[in-house]
């Protein structure tokens, strides 16, 4: 059984860097990017880190709840849309071909996540007994 509170956490981290990153950063994503210099990319950027942020502040509260079947299901249901339309959209990007590891940790991590999701809210938690840990 996958433990939800660690997928959560490990989530929530992700997503709360990412959006600290792409908050106070975007100049450098874009030029990580190679695009051009533009405020309304930098703007657009920064609308994204916040929304990051804020998902990831979900997860991190919400990672010592009851996560997968019908328990938590907006959240279960909300991070597998996420995870999975976007690990879906990076494998068909082109960032396989630059060959750069930043990118393949970055494709990796969420197909990793988009899997572990699934699994999440496609079966039933156990409830962990306090009086095991």
Known sequence: MINTRLVMS????????????????????VRWMNLSIDKRINLMLQVIGALYFAFGMINWTARANLIGGIYGRPIAIGNVTHFVTAALALVKSDQWSTGQWPALVF??????????????????PVKEDPAAA
């Open 107 to 124: 494709i990796g991590l969420y197909v990793l996540f988009a899997v572990l999701f699934g699994v999440i809210l496609f079966t039933h």
């Open 10 to 29: 490990a989530s929530a981290i992700l997503m709360i860097a990412a959006g600290i990153f792409l908050t106070f950063a975007p100049d450098e994503m």
